[in-house]
């Protein structure tokens, strides 16, 4: 039987979970914290599915814990963030996240809530089954002949937002850091919640350009310089 496991990468952490630094909920946390017993964070479908490890020691990764920071990437979306624990993230930054019973995605353009399973074996075959819409895949495939392997620690996030009709392609797609990308997000979407009706919203592009991994500028770029930068932005 197929498993995420079995499409999975190599673990993102050598050290194996434990219940001390695991604080998820429920009947998920304990679904989740069995299924990193097994790969310890991963990514899956050509890195457009990232699930998060439980350790951090490596300065390019985020943990679950320092994922799920009040103070991190989250204070971004202040009174639009939907308090859920999120373990999981797409090719674009749509988190999946859990309340410790129901597994939900958190679209992080428009902070839009919608529920997807009742447990976390149910989101795992949601996934599996149609995993080119839940992850991006095909996008990330695509994203990768043409450039190279995603790094770790990224995302790809459109420059024109999907919301305001930017389109599914290559050419709209800009390599950011994660935390940078939702820390972008967060400040995006407050800023559509607070356009009055009626008025036209404005976004300004150049600050995605701002945040755009060097290893996307150029062909010549040798190395990754958003890990600890993303954090003063």
Same mark, same amino acid.
């Given at each position: 039987?197929?498993?995420?496991?079995?499409?999975?990468?190599?673990?993102?952490?050598?050290?194996?979970?434990?219940?001390?630094? +695991?604080?998820?909920?429920? *009947?998920?946390?304990? &679904?989740?914290?069995?299924?990193?017993?097994?790969?310890?964070?991963? $990514?899956?479908?050509?890195? %457009?599915?990232?699930?998060?490890? =439980?350790?951090?020691?490596?300065?390019?990764?985020?943990?679950?814990?320092?994922?799920?920071?009040?103070?991190?990437?989250?204070?971004? $979306?202040?009174?639009?963030?939907?308090?859920?624990?999120? +373990?999981?993230?797409?090719?674009?930054?749509?988190? +999946?996240? =859990?309340?410790?019973?129901?597994?939900?995605?958190?679209?992080?353009?428009?902070?839009?809530?919608?529920?997807?399973?009742?447990?976390?074996?149910?989101?795992?075959?949601?996934?599996?089954?149609?995993?080119?819409?839940?992850?991006?895949?095909?996008?990330?495939?695509?994203?990768?002949?043409?450039?190279?392997? !995603?790094?770790?620690?990224?995302?790809?996030?459109?420059? !024109?937002?999907?919301?305001?009709?930017?389109?599914?392609?290559?050419?709209?797609?800009?390599?950011?850091?994660?935390?940078?990308?939702?820390?972008?997000?967060?400040?995006?979407?407050?800023?559509? %919640?607070?356009?009055? &009706?009626?008025?036209?919203? #404005?976004?300004?592009?150049?600050?995605?350009? #701002?945040?755009?991994?060097? #290893? &996307? *500028?150029? %062909?010549?770029?040798?190395?990754?310089?958003?890990?600890?930068?993303?954090?003063?932005?």
């Amino acid at each position: 039987m197929t498993n995420l496991i079995s499409v999975a990468s190599d673990s993102l952490s050598v050290i194996p979970p434990g219940g001390e630094c +695991f604080s998820v909920p429920g *009947r998920v946390g304990r &679904d989740l914290l069995s299924l990193l017993s097994e790969r310890n964070g991963f $990514y899956a479908f050509e890195s %457009a599915l990232h699930v998060f490890p =439980t350790d951090d020691r490596d300065s390019q990764l985020q943990s679950l814990e320092s994922w799920n920071s009040a103070v991190g990437w989250r204070r971004a $979306y202040g009174e639009l963030d939907p308090g859920l624990f999120f +373990f999981a993230e797409d090719l674009f930054g749509l988190q +999946f996240g =859990t309340d410790g019973e129901v597994v939900f995605s958190f679209n992080p353009e428009t902070a839009n809530v919608v529920r997807l399973s009742e447990g976390l074996a149910e989101w795992e075959k949601l996934v599996l089954s149609d995993y080119s819409h839940m992850t991006g895949h095909s996008l990330a495939h695509e994203w990768q002949v043409r450039n190279g392997e !995603i790094p770790v620690g990224h995302r790809l996030i459109p420059r !024109i937002p999907f919301v305001v009709g930017g389109s599914f392609s290559v050419e709209n797609m800009v390599l950011v850091e994660s935390w940078g990308a939702m820390k972008y997000w967060g400040d995006f979407a407050r800023s559509v %919640a607070e356009v009055p &009706d009626g008025e036209q919203f #404005r976004f300004d592009v150049s600050k995605v350009e #701002r945040i755009r991994c060097a #290893r &996307d *500028r150029s %062909a010549d770029a040798a190395q990754c310089l958003c890990f600890g930068s993303a954090q003063d932005l």
